[in-house]
T-cell receptor, first 113, second 114 residues
Framework: QKEVEQDPGPLSVPEGAIVSLNCTYSNSAFQYFMWYRQYSRKGPELLMYTYSSGNKEDGRFTAQVDKSSKYISLFIRDSQPSDSATYLCAMSVSRAAGNKLTFGGGTRVLVKP | GAVVSQHPSRVICKSGTSVKIECRSLDFQATTMFWYRQFPKQSLMLMATSNEGSKATYEQGVEKDKFLINHASLTLSTLTVTSAHPEDSSFYIC??????????FGPGTRLTVL
């Protein structure tokens, strides 16, 4: 079993719909949770960074963390064709220098005009 | 966010040659840089952790003599793929981290070994 599980998709939605992404994990030591967006043949771009449980909102993006269930989510409101990309969740045990990220496999999202 | 660059963005080489990839943090000093490898439609696989002024720490299964990493300054780390073979063809991505901060990724380098 992988430490971080993520549905590979593809997830296809019409423009304007809400995109719902999630990851589950097995290591209860994870405390920092990130969502990255990766366009084809580009490096990942950090979208959201959250610590411990709770919600965090930034524009059209909302990240949720439920540590009791070992489950994190990313919601994209009013989705646009430019949101079509692969979304990777990542998590870490600590924030100290030299800390490693553990990635999910990524979910490919396609927003259709 | 912080900017990380990689050079070259794409390289094609013959089997048996060595290829060097540079990773630079442009507007901050990075004490730690990471090197990842990504195959098509797969997630990032951490290869090694590079700390300025010290030897890199390689993940299990990654050949340190095959993938030479040098972190000579706080803004530059290099990955050299030695005696490259077609199975080394992949997308190589670096990232840089400032202590107690987020990890920022470079744009990646696509290596094709013929």
């Amino acid at each position: 079993q992988k430490e971080v599980e993520q549905d590979p998709g593809p997830l296809s939605v019409p423009e304007g719909a809400i995109v719902s992404l999630n990851c589950t994990y097995s290591n209860s030591a994870f405390q920092y949770f990130m969502w990255y967006r990766q366009y084809s043949r580009k490096g990942p771009e950090l979208l959201m960074y959250t610590y411990s449980s709770g919600n965090k909102e930034d524009g059209r993006f909302t990240a949720q963390v439920d540590k009791s269930s070992k489950y994190i989510s990313l919601f994209i409101r009013d989705s646009q064709p430019s949101d079509s990309a692969t979304y990777l969740c990542a998590m870490s045990v600590s924030r100290a220098a030299g800390n490693k990220l553990t990635f999910g496999g990524g979910t490919r999202v396609l927003v259709k005009p | 966010g912080a900017v990380v660059s990689q050079h070259p963005s794409r390289v094609i080489c013959k089997s048996g040659t060595s290829v060097k990839i540079e990773c630079r943090s442009l507007d901050f000093q990075a004490t730690t840089m990471f090197w990842y490898r990504q195959f098509p439609k797969q997630s990032l696989m951490l290869m090694a952790t590079s700390n300025e002024g010290s030897k890199a720490t390689y993940e299990q299964g990654v050949e340190k003599d095959k993938f030479l990493i040098n972190h000579a300054s706080l803004t530059l780390s290099t990955l050299t793929v030695t005696s490259a073979h077609p199975e080394d063809s992949s997308f190589y991505i670096c990232s840089a981290i400032v202590p107690y901060n987020e990890q920022f990724f470079g744009p990646g380098t696509r290596l094709t070994v013929l």
